[in-house]
Every structure is written in structure tokens, then in C-alpha cells.
């Protein structure tokens, strides 16, 4: 049974940093393209970023200088390290993994960056 499982989100002031992490089983994590997508209230969810399987990284131009992508297969882990968080960024930030047809979504977790 895959599972991707999101954690590390909360509750933070403007400025202020997170870091989330996805932990994934079921799945060859090293072969799979990780990437992690938002999606606040009444909007699409959008690309934040996106890191493949040979390490190549991709971010989204409202996030450039801000998040760091990162992966660890040994751990079966991705990364997003947020820093200088801004109210915008609020949203519900979703895992994603996929490689050729197979493609598998985390539940979510919220980060709402307030004062």
C-alpha cells in the first residue's frame, strides 16, 4: 500500500520559517519524481516545487530564494524548508510522487502563516 504522509506544518508569524517533510512507503522512493503542491481555499492547487529523481530542482517564481527542495532515498523522505514566510504562502501543502502512470498524493498538511 503506498503512503505518502505529510507532517510539519502549523502555525507561523510572517517572516517566520517551516520545515515539512514526506515520508513515503510502498514505493521505490529513488525512482519516483517528488514534488509539492498548495492549494489554499477557493483556488487551484498550484506547483510550489519539484525535484526528480537525479536531484534536479524546480520552484515556482513566487517561492524562488524563499523554499528549499530536498530528498533523502535513503530515508524515503522529501523536504521543504520555508523560510521568510509571507501571508500568501498560506495554503494546505500536498506531497506528490511520480514516476511514468503512477502517480500518488499525500493528505495534506495546513501551514497558515499569520500575526
Known amino acids: 500500500q503506498v503512503q505518502l504522509v505529510e507532517s510539519g506544518g502549523g502555525l507561523v508569524q510572517p517572516g517566520g520559517s517551516l520545515r515539512l517533510s514526506c515520508a513515503a512507503s510502498?514505493?521505490?522512493?529513488?525512482?519516483?519524481?517528488m514534488g509539492w503542491y498548495r492549494q489554499a481555499p477557493g483556488k487551484q492547487r498550484e506547483l510550489v516545487a519539484t525535484?526528480?529523481?537525479?536531484?534536479?530542482?524546480n520552484y515556482a517564481d513566487s517561492v524562488k530564494g524563499r523554499f528549499t527542495i530536498s530528498r533523502d532515498n535513503a530515508e524515503a523522505t522529501m523536504y521543504l524548508q520555508m523560510n521568510s514566510l509571507k501571508p500568501e504562502d498560506t495554503a494546505g501543502y500536498y506531497c506528490?510522487?511520480?514516476?511514468?502512470?503512477?502517480?500518488?498524493w499525500g493528505r495534506g498538511t495546513q501551514v497558515t502563516v499569520s500575526s
Open positions: 506528490n510522487a511520480a514516476w511514468h502512470q503512477l502517480d500518488y
Open positions: 510502498g514505493i521505490t522512493f529513488s525512482l519516483y519524481n
Open positions: 525535484i526528480t529523481r537525479g536531484g534536479t530542482t
